[in-house]
């Protein structure tokens, strides 16, 4: 099986993994699950996080294709926009991403000036279907559940897995964002491990326990093994462990500026007459 070439960067602030998968023959690339910074006190993005994956892609001589998302993210706002300025390449996410706008336009009140039919974004990608990373094939997997549109990209002996799974001690994603449904991730899950043994599971956090350094992968194997959420459970046991976990969890903290800025493929909102783009707090609704 093909291995390809996989750098990962941890972002200390949101535990948020990127990663860029690269065809070494061809030096052609693709970035994914990408950071934008920012800091919900003043409002002020930032580009320092996304900064060190270009200078890799740049050092490296290699060519960008693909900008890629797992899914439209609540815990930090995707660098996408700004790594296609630099790097070129493609953003895509899966083609369910229309079922998220829908229900987040309607939190958000955005109105018939946003479309919510994914068209903010290069491609959309279908389960099953594949595409080109240099001599590299990337297979996509529907993998619903923490949201109706997360995917997973599988390229060679990896696969980049998104936010359905976390490292063996920590578990698996949460399902009360709107659209999440406990029984669906399960089922996802074991598409996912169903994969071979020995397929590295690219995730897009960690949050390591005192004593343990930021991992961003695990195996199948290790999956199977030692998931705290999963090993010994059914699947009615592992629906009312997850359900019952999300009602003790707080919201993430940028969830609600990053999920109006995510959906629109991370562009900010138009601006306003004075020039100034502002972020909408939706309040008392979750």
């Avoid at 690269?22 to 919900?40: K, R, W, Y």
């Avoid at 959906?263 to 100034?276: C, H, K, L, Q």
Wanted: hydrophobic fraction near 35%; charge should be negative; proline fraction near 8%.
């Amino acid at each position: 099986m093909t291995a390809p070439t996989v750098l990962s960067f941890f972002d200390t602030a949101t535990k948020s993994y990127s990663h860029i998968v690269t065809d070494a023959d061809s030096g052609v690339c693709a970035v994914i699950d990408s950071v934008l910074d920012f800091d919900i006190k003043s409002g002020r993005t930032g580009t320092a996080g996304a900064g060190r994956l270009i200078e890799t892609v740049k050092q490296r001589n290699w060519r960008t294709e693909w900008v890629l998302e797992t899914h439209a993210h609540a815990d930090h706002l995707t660098a996408a926009p700004y790594i296609k300025a630099k790097l070129g390449g493609k953003i895509a996410i899966g083609a369910q991403i229309p079922v998220v706008q829908q229900a987040f336009s309607r939190i958000y009140n955005l109105g018939g000036d946003f479309p919510v039919d994914g068209c903010q974004f290069d491609r959309l990608f279908a389960d099953g279907e594949e595409f080109r990373i240099g001599g590299l094939t990337a297979r996509v997997m529907a993998t619903p559940g923490h949201t109706p549109a997360c995917i997973t990209y599988v390229i060679g002996d990896a696969a980049f897995i998104g936010d359905t799974l976390f490292a063996p001690d920590y578990g698996t994603a949460r399902c009360d964002f709107p659209g999440g449904d406990a029984r669906t991730l399960y089922r996802s899950i074991q598409r996912i491990l169903a994969l071979p043994p020995d397929t590295r599971l690219y995730q897009c956090h960690d949050y390591p326990p005192d004593g343990r350094e930021p991992q961003p992968h695990a195996t199948v194997a290790e999956q199977r093994a030692k998931n705290v959420h999963l090993t010994g459970r059914s699947e009615d046991e592992f629906v009312a462990l997850r359900e019952g976990r999300d009602k003790t969890l707080e919201m993430p903290p940028l969830m609600l500026p990053a999920v109006q800025v995510n959906i629109r493929a991370g562009a900010m909102p138009p601006p306003e007459p004075n020039g100034i783009s502002y972020l909408k707090i939706p309040v008392n609704r979750f």
